[in-house]
Structure formats: structure tokens, C-alpha cells
């Protein structure tokens, strides 16, 4: 059975080009996120990375930590980050979690337990390991999202998710398509007309079942 929605993700304790950490005391009482990647030194993979650099004062401002994975080792993410910042033009202050030995990967369901490095190996042989894992301060697993090799990750996006993920953690709303942070959202069907007035205030019923209030955290 796989990784799903509010399953209380793996501990592990692992090495990170920063040293080992113990993944939820990493966490803390903060909200996480794992992105992960099936080689160092690739293309895709180093703009990635410099992209989610280039948004350390958002995950800041959100109380949410950022960590990558990669079946390399630490001294080979070391090498690398050298690159990942001469692209981004900023540090990259992330740790990245060397996973040689496949235990996250398979841990977070992204390779099957039989799977293994082989000698010589390429990107391929642990491709599906391009995943990402947004994870709340209770340790749950909030949102997943996993991409192919040919297609770079838009972090706007994850932003925007988080945002989301935010706005709703415990609060019984639930935001609309495309939405983003400051737009009106949508109230939970749990509550009827008079109980979400009484929470939220003003109302708008489009329909019976879909109805609008102002964001509460705008």
C-alpha cells in the first residue's frame, strides 16, 4: 500500500550534505517539504533546485522547511550545489538527503523494494524518483505530486499549493480552481448556511452546494 493523504509519513534517519538529521525532529513544529530527484549533475534537476533557492524567503514566511533528496551521495550534493547556486545566482541553504542506499525512495513509495543502483547507472534507473511531498507540522502527508523525467517542476505552484494546504489546515473551507492566497474561498459542506454565517460572517451561494466567504487568513 502506498503513501496517501494524512498517513503520517516515514521517520528515518539519514546523511545530508549539512549532516544527519532525523527527519521528523528536522520537521519540528514547522511544515515540510521533500522534493526529490534521481541524479545529481542533471539538467533538469539543477533548475529545479535553483528555483526552489530562489524561493527561500517564501518558505520563510510560511514556517515551512525545504529538503531534497537524491540517490547520490553527500560530498557528490556537496560538489553539486556548486553549480545549482552558479545558476540560481543564490545560496542554496536546503539540505539534500543523500539516499544511496534507496531507503527514503522505496520508504516514500517511489521505487519498488526490489529496485537497486547499478553500475553505470543513468537517470532512468530511478526516474520515478521526481516526486514532491508536502507535509504538515503534525508529520502528515498533505499533498503529493509526482512528474517525468522530460518535465521541469513549476514551484509557483507548489507556493500556491501550500498556500492552500495553509488556509484550510483544520479551518473548514476549502479553496476553489486556480485559487491563490487573498481570494475568496469556499465553505465546507459540514456546515449549514447558518452555522458558516456564524463562523465566517457574509456568505455567497452560487449554488446550494457551492458557496464563497472571504479568505479568513487574508
Not at 539543477?46 to 528555483?51: L, N
Not at 524561493?55 to 550534493?77: M, P, Q, Y
Amino acid at each position: 500500500m502506498g503513501l496517501r493523504i494524512n498517513d503520517i509519513v516515514p521517520n528515518f534517519t539519514a546523511e545530508t550534505d549539512q549532516g544527519t538529521i532525523t527527519f521528523h525532529d528536522w520537521i519540528g513544529d514547522s511544515w515540510a517539504i521533500l522534493f526529490s530527484h534521481p541524479k545529481d549533475f542533471t539538467p533538469v534537476c539543477t533548475t529545479e533546485f535553483g528555483a526552489v533557492a530562489q524561493l527561500a524567503d517564501e518558505w520563510a514566511k510560511r514556517n515551512t522547511k525545504v529538503i531534497g533528496v537524491s540517490v547520490d551521495s553527500a560530498e557528490d550534493h556537496r560538489k553539486w550545489k556548486a553549480d545549482i547556486e552558479k545558476f540560481a545566482g543564490t545560496q542554496a541553504g536546503f539540505p539534500i538527503i543523500a539516499d544511496t542506499d534507496l531507503a527514503v525512495s522505496k520508504a516514500f513509495d517511489m521505487l519498488p523494494a526490489e529496485a537497486y543502483l547499478p553500475d553505470g547507472r543513468t537517470p532512468a534507473d530511478t526516474a520515478t524518483v521526481r516526486s514532491v511531498f508536502i507535509i504538515s507540522p503534525d508529520k502528515k502527508l498533505q499533498l503529493s505530486m509526482t512528474y517525468p523525467m522530460s518535465v521541469g517542476r513549476n514551484f509557483a505552484e507548489v507556493l500556491r499549493a501550500l498556500d492552500a494546504l495553509q488556509a484550510t489546515y483544520n479551518t473548514p473551507i476549502a479553496t476553489p480552481a486556480n485559487w491563490v492566497h487573498g481570494q475568496d474561498v469556499i465553505v465546507a459542506l459540514t456546515l449549514n448556511d447558518d452555522e458558516a454565517r456564524e463562523k465566517f460572517g457574509e456568505i455567497d451561494a452560487k449554488l446550494p452546494y457551492l458557496r464563497f466567504t472571504k479568505d479568513p487568513a487574508a
